[in-house]
Every structure is written in C-alpha cells, then in structure tokens.
C-alpha cells in the first residue's frame, strides 16, 4: 500500500513561504511527477514527504495514518538523491545492505535480498566494487537497489537522471519505468525535465512557486492546459504563445497553439513571415517563423524533411481543432 | 612535462630546491652520525678520538634508555588519543549551526597560537601549582587535599598540557573534513532507519578516517620531540625524561657530544618504527 495525501500542507523558511498551503492526493501504485521549473518547491515539497524537512502547516497522511510528525526511517519510504548519495567507504553489497542492517534484519534474508535486487538491477558482478569505480548509470542503479530491498509503500526520486548523459537517461528513464509497471509500488518522481514528466508519468503535477498549476494524466496536461503557464512548459518544442491586435478574431487574450497543429505553405495562410532557422532532426523539422504581427518568433513542426531557404516567405495556418484560447488571468477557455 | 626539452628545464628549475633540501637534511644527519663514533667531551679534553660503537652501547644499557623510550611513547599516544577524540567531538559541535559560530571557532583556535613555553608556563604556575594554583583552590573548594600536579602525576600532567596546544589543530583539520560531508549521505543514512549514533559511526566516522589519518602522522612527528613543555614543568624529573629530554641531558648537562649524537641515531630509529607502524595501521586510509 502507498496512499500518501497532502492536506493543506504549507512550508515557510524564515518569512519566505515556500508552499503556501496545498492538497494532493497520490493514489497506491501511481507514479507521480512534479514538475516545474527550478526553484518552484518541488524537491522541498518531495523532502516533506520524505520527512527530511518539517512541515510549518498541514498534515501529511500515508496509508490514512497521519505522518505529519513521524521521523523518516518510520514512514516507510525510500528515496533516490540527486547525487546517489552512496556511502562511499561501502562496497556496493554493504550498501544495498544498509538499510536492512539497520532494521536489524537476519543475516541469511539480508543476503537473499541483496542478491535478488542485484540480480534484478544487473549488479551482481559488481557487489564487491566500492562506488567510486563504478560509472554513473550504475551508481543510479546501486541508488535504486538501496531503495527497493526496503520494501517501501513508496519510492521517493529526486531528480536521479539530472547527472547522467542524454543517452544513459533515456536508458535509466526506461528501467525506472518498467521498474514501476514490475513492482507496481507508489513512485513520486521529482524533475524539471518535462520530457521526463510525460514518458514516465500516470499523473503530473505542475507547480510554479509552490503552487499546483494542474494535475492530471500527460495527455491531459497536453490536450488541455489549464492556463498558460502549463501550456507553455508541457510539450516540447513549446506551445505558440500569441497575443496582440493580431488574434483579435479570436476572442481571447492570448491563444496557443503547438508547432505540430501549424500548417505551412509557400502560398496561402493566415499569417505571413520569413522563414528564420530550420532544425533538421530527420524525422521532423523545426522551423522558425518570424511574423510581422508578433514579436516572438513562431516554432512550425512538421514531419520528415523540408527544404525552405533562410529569409524566403510563408504562410501559416493554425489548425483551429488545436487551438488554446486563454482570458487574461491566463486562464485556457475552450 | 610532455617534451623532452621541458623535462630538462623542469630537472634545472627544480635543483636548487631540491639541493638545498638535501643539504639541509644530509649535514647535521651526518654530522650526528659522525660524533656518534667520537669521544668528544667539550670541557673535558675535547675530541678525544674514534671509539666505536662505545656510545651506542652506553647509551643503549644505561638505565635511563628504556624508560625515556616508554615516557616518550606514553607521552605521543596519550596525547594523540585525546586530540583525536575531543577534536572529532568538537569538530561534530563546532559544525552545527548556532548563533556567534565564527567567534568560536577562532577561540578554539587560540591555543595554537601560545608558544609552548609559554603555555607550559602558564599551566604550571596558573592551574596546577599546589598552592596559589587554581586547580588547587578548586580542590580546597571541595575540602579535598590540593594535589601537586607535576610531581604526582607528572606525566599526566604533560600530557594534559600538549593536549591543550594541539587540540585546535585536530579540530581545526577535521572540522574542514567533516565540513565536506555530503549532507544528502546523512539524510539517506537518515532515510534508512540509521539514528544519529549510528549515523556518525557509518557515515561521519569513515568520511573522517583519512583526516584522522594525517592528523595522526603530522602530530606523531611533532610530538616526538616536544622539549619545551618538559624543561620548563619538570625539568625531566618524575618520569618524564623522555628520548629527546635524554638527549639535551647529554649534550649540555653531562657535556657528552658522542653520547648525544648516539642517542640522536637511536631517535631517528625510534621514530622510523613508529612511523611504519602508524603507516601500517592507518595508512591504508590514504590509499582509497
């Protein structure tokens, strides 16, 4: 069981409020990413779950028993730190094994439980090496393997991939991944990659200064951003954010839409501009249009390769089935 | 120094320092080793000639040698026992947050900063005189009997006053250590169930061992040669000749140069064992 619910918590360091009061529910066996760009509360909102910071308001209830004041190693949580924070003077059994010595396990189940996690994390050749010989994805590795032989209700991440290089975190993004569907534990996962948030999640929770922007399903957040912060941060390139005398047709304050629901044509559309710098991935192709009517440039996605020389004249066309319309607070409106 | 012609300018560049260090080392070793072999008593006739391995011989069977090799050893590991674990313990202390930290630290720093005459000086007539002292008055505070700290305990007592002077180094350098201690090892031993003592024995402790470790051979250096704090409390006295003590006793007070000189070899060997020791023991801490 991992049902972890958040009731009015808030957080203040000093005069400063960190999170102002919020509620969230985790349900048992959901994996769980907040994300948000940095300095927005979220790895202080992961350590209050966690318990390594106190809580200045608010309960925090963990399988409908209140936790608010419980220490960590009682809670029955495991976390991954961003630096691993393995002990370095441990080989890697005695570290997998730390947290079983501590609850003062038996011998003989210490062992079969660290074979069983190195099997499963493929360390078993490597448990007699200290951390500092080992590369960084298997550090990651060893990080998690400390965590699962606990057991936990839920595994805490804070931000485990950020030190690793792209090609190892698409490999650890997956393991982690299918770690969870295997072990079908509560995961709270913690990172300001939005790539990340949507590979991996059940639900995202969005937060900007401390304050829960949305919480839903990755395509949820994709389909319907609730305002214009998440429609921006969700999704990648960025969503066209408009605003201006230009979109007065729409009645809206500001409208967004994604540079995959953006025609484009050498002869008519909506809107006019030149064609800026093209990024050419292969499959897809980004393309930077700047329009006289805005004064940021517009990103245009569009499948496989296309050849538009710098500086020539387009026409876009928003696919109006995909457009965002937001009021003035920011709001999206359908 | 990748090409040949910059090995060479490296090789120029560095031969004065290191010709001079070598000089430095080489002269009075071998000027030691040379008066060993001598008869060679200043007021009393001067060089009388080679004679040997006589000295070695006197000095090793005369029946101050063994128990100044004790004194010095008792003195050495005493005083390293105390500085590691008090300066461990106020490192631990002097690392958390409170308010005027950065005054403290600098107090704690103080008494390296008294000459070790002075601060032996100031123990003796200070605190441990048995009748203005204020451990004296301490006692008779009590109604127990003022105790002569120098000559009842004398050993004790010196120990007790190194300690005072190198105490701040210990912490000094392991404050540094345990100052870069990742925080997030404590919180994930924290997470794993470790209370705080364990916490310090798995996590604080190791982090610490190779500060220990130099700790431990730059004081043991040191220590084997501590003179002022003995010449000016017990002037050798009450079991606390130690090998150096010994030494100055033969060359100045006994005007015995040759005598001197063997007991200097027999130091430098002394001092040789311990180190292997100490590197065999701690050493392996540098390594990893």
């Given at each position: 069981m991992g049902r972890i619910v958040l009731d009015k918590i808030s957080k203040s360091f000093g005069d400063v409020e960190v999170i102002p009061p919020l509620d969230l529910a985790i349900n048992d066996g959901e994996f769980t990413v907040f994300v948000?760009?940095?300095?927005?509360?979220k790895s202080t909102l992961l350590r209050l779950i966690a318990g390594l910071e106190d809580s200045s308001g608010g309960h925090i209830r963990i399988d409908h028993e209140?936790?608010?004041?419980?220490p960590p190693a009682k809670r029955g949580l495991a976390m991954v730190f961003q630096s691993y924070?393995?002990?370095?003077?441990?080989?890697v059994r005695k570290n997998i094994a730390f947290p079983l010595k501590m609850a003062k396990m038996d011998k003989a189940e210490i062992d079969r439980r660290v074979e069983g996690a190195a099997s499963v994390l493929n360390l078993t050749d490597y448990l007699?090496?200290?951390?500092?010989?080992?590369s960084g994805g298997q550090r990651q590795r060893v990080a998690i393997g400390r965590a699962i032989v606990r057991e936990p209700s839920a595994f805490l991440f804070d931000e485990?991939?950020?030190?690793?290089?792209a090609a190892l975190r698409v490999g650890m993004r997956l393991e982690i991944s299918e770690l969870h569907k295997r072990l079908k534990t509560t995961m709270i996962y913690v990172t300001h990659d939005q790539v990340e948030a949507m590979t991996m999640a059940d639900k995202i929770v969005v937060l900007q200064a401390g304050v829960i922007e949305q919480v839903g399903s990755p395509l949820e957040l994709y389909r319907a951003p609730r305002n214009v912060f998440v429609a921006g941060f969700i999704g990648s390139p960025k969503m066209n954010l408009l605003s201006g005398?230009?979109?007065?047709?729409?009645?809206?304050?500001t409208i967004g839409t994604r540079p995959e629901h953006i025609a484009i044509s050498q002869?008519?559309?909506?809107w006019e501009g030149t064609v800026g710098v093209s990024e050419h991935l292969g499959s897809d192709t980004f393309v930077h249009v700047k329009c006289a009517a805005f004064p940021e440039p517009l990103t245009v996605r569009v499948r496989g390769e296309l050849d538009l020389s710098y500086g020539s004249t387009v026409f876009l066309t928003p696919d109006p089935e995909h457009l965002h319309r937001f009021d003035a607070q920011g709001l999206r409106f359908a | 120094m990748a090409t040949q012609q910059s090995r060479s300018a490296a090789r120029i560049m560095m031969a004065p320092a290191v010709i001079l260090l070598l000089g430095w080392m080489l002269v009075p070793l071998t000027m030691t080793v040379w008066f060993s072999f001598k008869k060679y008593l200043p007021l009393r006739g001067g060089d009388l000639g080679w004679t040997g391995f006589d000295n070695y011989v006197r000095f090793f069977t005369s029946s101050a040698f063994w128990p100044s090799v004790q004194a010095t050893l008792v003195i050495v590991g005493g005083v390293l026992a105390i500085t590691i674990v008090f300066g461990v313990l106020l490192a631990a202390l002097l690392n958390q947050p409170m308010w005027g930290r950065g005054i403290v630290r600098i107090l704690v720093i103080?008494?390296?900063?008294?000459m070790p005459t002075v601060s032996a000086l100031v123990w003796k007539?200070?605190?441990?005189?048995?009748?203005?002292g204020l451990f004296a008055h301490l006692w008779k505070l009590f109604g127990a009997e003022p105790v002569?700290?120098?000559?009842?305990?004398s050993l004790e007592s010196i120990i007790l006053i190194v300690s005072w002077q190198w105490l701040p180094f210990a912490t000094l350098i392991l404050l540094t250590a345990i100052q870069s201690l990742d925080s997030e090892q404590l919180e994930a031993a924290e997470m794993d169930g470790a209370p705080p003592l364990k916490r310090f024995g798995f996590i604080t402790l190791p982090h610490l061992s190779r500060a220990i470790t130099v700790v431990v051979l730059i004081q043991t250096i040191f220590l084997l040669s501590i003179f002022a704090e003995i010449f000016v409390t017990t002037q050798g006295a009450f079991g606390t000749k130690t090998l150096t003590y010994l030494i100055y006793q033969r060359v100045l007070?006994?005007?015995?140069v040759g005598l001197g000189s063997a007991g200097g070899v027999y130091a430098i060997i002394l001092a040789n064992i311990v180190a292997i020791f100490l590197m065999r023991i701690v050493g392996k801490n540098l390594d990893t």
């Amino acid at each position: 069981m991992g049902r972890i619910v958040l009731d009015k918590i808030s957080k203040s360091f000093g005069d400063v409020e960190v999170i102002p009061p919020l509620d969230l529910a985790i349900n048992d066996g959901e994996f769980t990413v907040f994300v948000g760009p940095s300095g927005c509360g979220k790895s202080t909102l992961l350590r209050l779950i966690a318990g390594l910071e106190d809580s200045s308001g608010g309960h925090i209830r963990i399988d409908h028993e209140d936790a608010t004041h419980v220490p960590p190693a009682k809670r029955g949580l495991a976390m991954v730190f961003q630096s691993y924070a393995l002990y370095p003077h441990m080989s890697v059994r005695k570290n997998i094994a730390f947290p079983l010595k501590m609850a003062k396990m038996d011998k003989a189940e210490i062992d079969r439980r660290v074979e069983g996690a190195a099997s499963v994390l493929n360390l078993t050749d490597y448990l007699d090496r200290r951390p500092g010989q080992l590369s960084g994805g298997q550090r990651q590795r060893v990080a998690i393997g400390r965590a699962i032989v606990r057991e936990p209700s839920a595994f805490l991440f804070d931000e485990p991939l950020s030190n690793l290089d792209a090609a190892l975190r698409v490999g650890m993004r997956l393991e982690i991944s299918e770690l969870h569907k295997r072990l079908k534990t509560t995961m709270i996962y913690v990172t300001h990659d939005q790539v990340e948030a949507m590979t991996m999640a059940d639900k995202i929770v969005v937060l900007q200064a401390g304050v829960i922007e949305q919480v839903g399903s990755p395509l949820e957040l994709y389909r319907a951003p609730r305002n214009v912060f998440v429609a921006g941060f969700i999704g990648s390139p960025k969503m066209n954010l408009l605003s201006g005398p230009e979109i007065a047709d729409y009645n809206a304050h500001t409208i967004g839409t994604r540079p995959e629901h953006i025609a484009i044509s050498q002869t008519e559309g909506v809107w006019e501009g030149t064609v800026g710098v093209s990024e050419h991935l292969g499959s897809d192709t980004f393309v930077h249009v700047k329009c006289a009517a805005f004064p940021e440039p517009l990103t245009v996605r569009v499948r496989g390769e296309l050849d538009l020389s710098y500086g020539s004249t387009v026409f876009l066309t928003p696919d109006p089935e995909h457009l965002h319309r937001f009021d003035a607070q920011g709001l999206r409106f359908a | 120094m990748a090409t040949q012609q910059s090995r060479s300018a490296a090789r120029i560049m560095m031969a004065p320092a290191v010709i001079l260090l070598l000089g430095w080392m080489l002269v009075p070793l071998t000027m030691t080793v040379w008066f060993s072999f001598k008869k060679y008593l200043p007021l009393r006739g001067g060089d009388l000639g080679w004679t040997g391995f006589d000295n070695y011989v006197r000095f090793f069977t005369s029946s101050a040698f063994w128990p100044s090799v004790q004194a010095t050893l008792v003195i050495v590991g005493g005083v390293l026992a105390i500085t590691i674990v008090f300066g461990v313990l106020l490192a631990a202390l002097l690392n958390q947050p409170m308010w005027g930290r950065g005054i403290v630290r600098i107090l704690v720093i103080a008494p390296f900063f008294v000459m070790p005459t002075v601060s032996a000086l100031v123990w003796k007539n200070m605190f441990m005189d048995p009748v203005n002292g204020l451990f004296a008055h301490l006692w008779k505070l009590f109604g127990a009997e003022p105790v002569s700290w120098l000559s009842e305990a004398s050993l004790e007592s010196i120990i007790l006053i190194v300690s005072w002077q190198w105490l701040p180094f210990a912490t000094l350098i392991l404050l540094t250590a345990i100052q870069s201690l990742d925080s997030e090892q404590l919180e994930a031993a924290e997470m794993d169930g470790a209370p705080p003592l364990k916490r310090f024995g798995f996590i604080t402790l190791p982090h610490l061992s190779r500060a220990i470790t130099v700790v431990v051979l730059i004081q043991t250096i040191f220590l084997l040669s501590i003179f002022a704090e003995i010449f000016v409390t017990t002037q050798g006295a009450f079991g606390t000749k130690t090998l150096t003590y010994l030494i100055y006793q033969r060359v100045l007070e006994s005007q015995n140069v040759g005598l001197g000189s063997a007991g200097g070899v027999y130091a430098i060997i002394l001092a040789n064992i311990v180190a292997i020791f100490l590197m065999r023991i701690v050493g392996k801490n540098l390594d990893t």
